[in-house]
């Protein structure tokens, strides 16, 4: 019986001690610990990397085939825009693809930063962040200007507007994604507004078609500006009408005609500005640069627009398929070709030339007995090839007092043949082969392997250009003769 107790002691003392060890082991084991970040720790590392990237303009900045889209935000002001928070998505043309536009676009879009570039920019944008895993599931999106932008998926390549690639996508932003395009998108509206301007006449049709612009359009004929402002452009152009024309003071217009590689072109240029400035815009300015070089100034007085001060504006903005026209009611100079003429109007008269330079004795009795002093001393053009005394002297004895006794007879007709009408320079001349002088005649013109003028073979031109305020005076050592 003692031996029994003794047993069942010891067995329970067995027990407690294999249970004390299981329990110490246990305890040994490290308590697992959870290692999942929470949900706000995950969105924190994502910010954190978003804000590393960079904005959409940082990218474009730093990327480096984006500088002429770079250049385009800046201008519109939105750099501002696609540098702060968004989320924006970006169908981001290349350089290539703003190059590969008609010629002179980018520099007109650049002109109206506010108003057409504005658009086209926001065309390109849509609100939201759209990755090319959604792009491709949609028909269409509706970008920043207020326009959608189709979508279309052909052969695992996905296009805008039926023609432009998308040729890379997410490029991540911190405000947005970008996808880079190979061409320019322009809005539905602006190309509908394209097509209907194509299906106009050109400013040379209109000008023609009008009825009112004969003079400016014979003066363009003359220049060789038809086809300038019949080719693509845009052009703006100030166009006078035939009553401005008109105004000029008389045989101005026939003069230009004579030169029209010269001072025609210089005025007529002086009328286009280009590309295409409608009213609204040039109302805003205070000048514009003109395809001639020189500067129109620009002033509104009462509701009314004026050029250089005293040259109004009477009908605005008709359109032109390469342009627009402003129908002006008197013609411009050029302000380089005004400050000539007022210091050609400081000049003397070809007759107070010929009195004063002593040369010209006999040219000047002649001109008195034949009542022309008056002539060459009223307002011009004259272009006079002046025989000097010694050329007088030169004609037989008895010629000239024969020629003074008959001053409205033989003495008129030999003055008048010395005699061109208009101001013909010496760079003029030496082009020509003939003139047709107030006597009604023509005077042959040959110039010289060396360089020397002959009127009618054998009368010498040897002095030139000598300025007057009516015209111009070139020296001869001959008298002519009908």
Not at 349 to 360: C, H, L, Y
């Amino acid at each position: 019986m003692k031996n029994l107790k003794t047993l069942i002691v010891i067995l329970i003392l067995s027990l407690v001690l294999v249970a004390c060890g299981a329990s110490e082991e246990e305890s040994a084991e490290p308590t697992a610990e959870p290692t999942a970040a929470p949900v706000e720790e995950a969105a924190e590392e994502e910010m954190d990397e978003e804000e590393e990237m960079g904005s959409i303009v940082d990218i474009a900045v730093a990327d480096g085939r984006f500088t002429t889209l770079v250049a385009a935000v800046q201008a519109a002001g939105l750099a501002e825009t696609l540098s702060g928070e968004g989320a924006f998505t970006v169908f981001a043309p290349t350089d290539d693809a703003f190059a590969a536009l008609p010629e002179g676009t980018v520099e007109s879009l650049l002109e109206d930063p506010e108003g057409a570039l504005t658009d086209v920019l926001q065309y390109h944008v849509v609100d939201g962040k759209v990755k090319a895993e959604t792009v491709v599931t949609l028909e269409s999106a509706t970008t920043l200007g207020g326009e959608d932008v189709s979508i279309t998926v052909t052969d695992g390549n996905v296009f805008l507007n039926e023609t432009t690639q998308v040729i890379i996508t997410d490029i991540e932003a911190s405000n947005g994604v970008i996808h880079v395009i190979d061409a320019v998108l322009l809005p539905p509206s602006m190309t509908a507004k394209e097509e209907m301007m194509d299906d106009l006449p050109s400013i040379a049709e209109i000008a023609v078609e009008d009825g009112r612009f004969t003079t400016l359009v014979a003066a363009l004929d003359a220049a060789g500006l038809v086809g300038t402002l019949s080719d693509e452009g845009a052009f703006t152009v100030f166009a006078p009408t035939d009553d401005a024309f008109a105004a000029l003071p008389e045989g101005t217009v026939e003069s230009l005609l004579e030169d029209p590689a010269g001072g025609l072109t210089d005025i007529l240029l002086y009328h286009v500005v280009d590309g295409a400035v409608k009213a609204e815009s040039v109302v805003t300015l205070e000048s514009a640069t003109t395809l001639q070089g020189e500067d129109v100034s620009i002033v509104v007085k009462d509701g009314s627009v004026f050029l250089n001060d005293t040259v109004q504006v009477i009908i605005t903005d008709i359109e032109a398929s390469n342009g627009v026209i402003h129908v002006v009611d008197a013609v411009l100079l050029p302000p380089s070709m005004t400050a000539e003429e007022e210091m050609m109007d400081d000049l003397p008269s070809i007759a107070e030339i010929a009195v004063e330079d002593g040369r010209f004795t006999t040219l000047v009795a002649a001109l008195t007995a034949a009542d022309l002093v008056g002539t060459l001393s009223g307002e011009g053009d004259f272009t006079v090839f002046a025989p000097t005394d010694d050329a007088f002297a030169a004609l037989p004895e008895g010629t000239v007092e024969s020629l003074l006794e008959d001053p409205t007879g033989d003495l008129t007709d030999i003055l008048l043949y010395h005699v061109v009408e208009g101001a013909v320079a010496a760079e003029t001349v030496v082009t020509l082969e003939s003139a047709t002088t107030l006597n009604g005649a023509d005077v042959t013109i040959t110039v010289t392997e060396d360089g020397e003028v002959f009127l009618n073979d054998t009368v010498q031109v040897i002095i030139t250009d000598i300025q007057a305020s009516n015209g111009i005076i070139h020296v001869i050592d001959g008298v002519l003769l009908p």
